[in-house]
C-alpha cells in the first residue's frame, strides 16, 4: 500500500526558510520520480518541482526557481522540499506526489503561511 506522508509545513514570516519532509513507503521508492505541488485557496493545483529517480535531474516552476531546492534520500525513501526567501504568495497547502505504476499518488498535505 503507497503511502507518502508530509511534514515541516508551519507559519513563517516573509523571507524566512522552512524544509518540507515527505516520508514515502509501500512501494520501491528509488525506481519513481517525485514531485511536490501545491494548491492556494480558489487556484488550481501547480506543480512546485520534479526530481528523478536518482537525483540527478530536477525541474521547477518558474516562481519557485533560484528559491526552492528539491531533493531525495533513497535510503531513507524521504523526499524534501528547502524553501527559502518565502514569499507571502507561497502560502498553499503542499503535496508530495508519485506516479507509482501508473496511478498518482498523493500526500494528505502540509499546510505553509508565509505571512507577518
Known amino acids: 500500500q503507497v503511502q507518502l506522508v508530509e511534514s515541516g509545513g508551519g507559519l513563517v514570516q516573509p523571507g524566512g526558510s522552512l524544509r518540507l519532509s515527505c516520508a514515502a513507503s509501500?512501494?520501491?521508492?528509488?525506481?519513481?520520480?517525485m514531485s511536490w505541488y501545491r494548491q492556494a485557496p480558489g487556484k488550481e493545483r501547480e506543480l512546485v518541482a520534479r526530481?528523478?529517480?536518482?537525483?540527478?535531474?530536477?525541474n521547477y516552476a518558474d516562481s519557485v526557481k533560484g528559491r526552492f531546492t528539491i531533493s531525495r534520500d533513497n535510503a531513507n525513501n524521504t523526499v524534501y522540499l528547502q524553501m527559502n526567501s518565502l514569499k507571502p504568495e507561497d502560502t498553499a497547502v503542499y503535496y508530495c506526489?508519485?506516479?507509482?505504476?501508473?496511478?498518482?499518488?498523493w500526500g494528505q498535505g502540509t499546510q505553509v503561511t508565509v505571512s507577518s
Open positions: 506526489n508519485g506516479v507509482v505504476r501508473l496511478y498518482n499518488y
Open positions: 509501500g512501494f520501491t521508492f528509488s525506481s519513481y520520480s
Open positions: 526530481i528523478n529517480r536518482v537525483g540527478g535531474s530536477t
